[in-house]
């Protein structure tokens, strides 16, 4: 899986949980480590790096502290990670791509 790198945030570290989009029309999420291996935390501020008119195509919990916690495809491949620099608290997902389709309600007049 090829990656590229849309942006990152939230951390001190130099890896810092970031986003990427892969060549397979889908997003690598790469955050922090929970209790379960498909879900990661990430800093609210790494949504804001989707492509133009994407999203995120994963449920999103928000934590109340600034974080979402959301769940993926774990990343194990050997080539993908080792295209990340992946802390020791971190982990990473693949979550969908979807296509924005709707950008709020239109007045009925």
């Known amino acids: 899986m090829r990656l590229r790198f849309l942006g990152k945030g939230g951390s001190t570290n ?20 929970t209790d379960n291996p498909d879900t990661v935390e990430i800093p609210h501020l790494l ?20 974080t979402f916690t959301l769940s993926g495809r774990p990343v194990t491949e050997p080539e993908t ?18 296509e924005r389709t709707f950008y709020g309600a239109a007045s009925a007049r």
């Open 14 to 33: 130099n890896g810092c949980p970031s986003l990427y989009a892969t060549d397979q029309a889908s997003y690598l999420v790469q955050g922090w480590v």
């Open 47 to 66: 949504t804001g790096f989707a492509e133009p008119d994407t999203f995120i195509g994963s449920a999103m919990t928000d934590t109340g502290r600034g």
């Open 81 to 98: 990670l080792a295209q990340l620099d992946l802390a020791e608290d971190e982990s990473a997902i693949e979550v969908p791509k979807l």
